[in-house]
T-cell receptor, first 114, second 112 residues
């Protein structure tokens, strides 16, 4: 199993550009989520999905879109990048029972918006 | 909303000693709490989960306690080794039962 994979590993954007961060998992997990991590702050939830076709907003959803057309993939789209979106982005997945199962994280995408 | 504090941004201890990290929360008591390890440039790795009705959980050299009265969890690493140096994050389930809120982490350095 590859686990949770993310691409790209690094990305530099100019303000106003759009891009998609890719996330895939091969563990047949129902639940996937996107977090951002900034210095001195904990991981903050952006969007999450409890299954294909179902998505919902987390704590900091503004400026981001998601979709879940398959169980395996959960891409995160930045519609119009802003410097405030400079961060490290992590995708995570787990089985549906949150209180019994491990949450697996990808290696992260480091994004810089100029 | 839930606010989480972890005792200090950085903690230095000597090899062989017990490291104790603290996670305090302010609002509702979560049904369960998790601890993760994060190495530089990598994603967090799950270590332990403890439920509200469990006072203590152990896994090899790791021990977690959960005190809902004090609204606090303690994470212990016994016989610490330089390889234990990393940032440790605590995470609490949110009121929706589906998602987690993470603390800012404590960077542990175990000195040889």
């Amino acid at each position: 199993n590859a686990g949770v994979t993310q691409t790209p590993k690094f990305q530099v954007l100019k303000t106003g550009q759009s891009m998609t961060l890719q996330c895939a998992q091969d563990m047949n997990h129902e639940y996937m989520s996107w977090y951002r991590q900034d210095p001195g702050m904990g991981l903050r939830l952006i969007h999450y999905s409890v299954g294909a076709g179902i998505t919902d907003q987390g704590e900091v959803p503004n400026g981001y879109n998601v979709s879940r057309s398959t169980t395996e993939d959960f891409p995160l789209r930045l519609l119009s990048a802003a410097p405030s979106q400079t961060s490290v982005y992590f995708c995570a997945s787990r089985h549906a029972l949150a209180n019994t199962d491990t949450q697996y994280f990808g290696p992260g995408t480091r994004l810089t918006v100029l | 909303s839930q606010k989480i504090e972890q005792n200090s941004e950085a903690l230095n201890i000597q090899e062989g000693k017990t490291a104790t990290l603290t996670c305090n929360y302010t609002n509702y008591s979560p049904a369960y709490l998790q601890w993760y390890r994060q190495d530089p440039g990598r994603g967090p790795v799950f270590l332990l989960l403890i439920r509200e009705n469990e006072k203590e959980k152990r896994k090899e050299r790791l021990k977690v306690t959960f005190d809902t009265t004090l609204k606090r969890s303690l994470f212990h690493i016994t016989a610490s080794q330089p390889a234990d140096s990393a940032t440790y994050l605590c995470a609490l389930d949110m009121s929706d039962g589906q998602n987690f809120v993470f603390g800012p982490g404590t960077r542990l350095s175990v000195l040889p």
